[in-house]
């Protein structure tokens, strides 16, 4: 007499269940994982919120500091201007200024130091994307990039 | 007028400030770190301004709080938007005084350990901090700061979310670097 088969049989319901769960799951970890390792990406494929010159800016930030902060703050400004000076690389980050009219304040760009280029000299002109992150002495933009 | 009114104003404040023996910057190092088992954090302001008055030991420093760079753009975001509330409390400030050197001290290179007291502004809260440090010219003639210090992120009413308590240090290190040159 031959000897009845076992038939191993999976519960539908389980089934779709966890491949619900992986369809939902392995996406939402990818996506969960890539967001947590993203690093600010170059600001020169940001797109600018605002353009302005950097006397205005500076006008604007010293006429009335907390409207500016809401304007300018966290955003991705194209300032243009005069370069007044160009500092010397400190831990890997070159200050380019701005000249604003005013001796004692400036817009002061802050370039990772293998962004900067040469041109950048006292008296050029210069358009440059940056970050403000708002007023101490001068207007500071920060992951600043130059604008052919 | 005005101009000839400005022009006056500024050559005293200049006299005055070298009477005061006065240094500064714009270019001041802070960073602050989170050490847990489960996360480090650390992030940079190359931004900070300081103004020291060698005569009277005076310290002033400034801090733009969207200036701090993490390596991670997503702890950036959740530093800005839930704990320090950067769009509401845009600067952190220092008003205080270092002990432990004098203006003759800072004449010639050599690095003195000091003491620096006094009020640390965040989130809109005052709190007393008192930190050892050292100071002394450089080399270059720079007058280097330097002071590392603790606060509680709690004490300046910086809620951490219960979810991630356990990735965010109790203790937060702050590390304060700064090269004054003179005013």
Redesign the interface.
């Known amino acids: 007499m031959p000897m009845p088969r076992t038939v191993f049989t999976i519960p539908l319901i389980p089934l779709v269940i966890v491949g619900l769960l992986l369809l939902i799951g392995i996406p939402a970890a990818w996506y969960g994982w890539r ?6 990406g170059p600001t020169s494929e940001l797109e600018a919120t605002e353009t302005i010159e950097a006397v205005a800016l500076l006008q604007a930030y010293t006429a009335d500091e907390n409207a500016a ?2 304007r300018f ?2 955003k991705v400004l194209l300032v243009s201007g005069t370069v007044r000076e160009g ?1 010397a690389p ?2 890997g ?1 070159v ?1 380019v200024v701005l000249e604003t009219g005013d001796p004692l304040a400036g817009v ?1 760009c ?1 370039f990772a130091q293998a962004d900067v280029p040469s041109a950048l000299t006292a008296g050029a002109p210069a358009r440059i994307k940056g ?1 403000s ?2 007023l ?3 207007v ?1 933009l ?2 600043c990039a130059i604008v052919e | 007028m005005t101009r000839n009114l400005l022009i006056t104003a500024a050559l005293l404040a200049s006299l005055t400030a070298s009477a005061q023996e006065r240094y500064a910057t714009r270019t001041g190092h802070i960073s602050f770190h989170s050490d847990t088992p489960m996360e480090k954090i650390e992030a940079h302001n190359h931004k900070a301004t300081s103004v020291f008055d060698a005569t009277t030991g005076a310290i002033e420093m400034a801090v733009l709080m969207k200036g701090f760079e993490f390596e991670k753009a997503l702890m950036q975001e959740h530093f800005n938007e839930n704990y320090v509330e950067s769009d509401k409390f845009p600067k952190a400030t220092f008003k205080g005084k270092i002990t432990g050197i004098t203006a003759e001290d800072l004449k010639k290179p050599g690095s003195h350990a000091v003491t620096v007291e006094g009020d640390l502004t965040m989130h809109g809260v005052t709190k007393p901090v008192k930190a050892t440090g050292t100071m002394g010219m450089e080399p270059t003639g720079a007058i280097r700061a330097t002071s590392t210090f603790s606060i509680k992120p709690e004490d300046y009413n910086i809620a951490i979310p219960g979810m991630v308590r356990d990735n965010i240090a109790k203790e937060i290190a702050i590390k304060v670097e700064v090269d004054h040159t003179k005013m």
């Open positions: 967001e947590y390792n993203r690093t600010a902060n809401a703050n966290g500092k400190e831990n980050l200050d002061v802050q970050i992150t708002g101490l002495m001068d500071v920060q992951r």
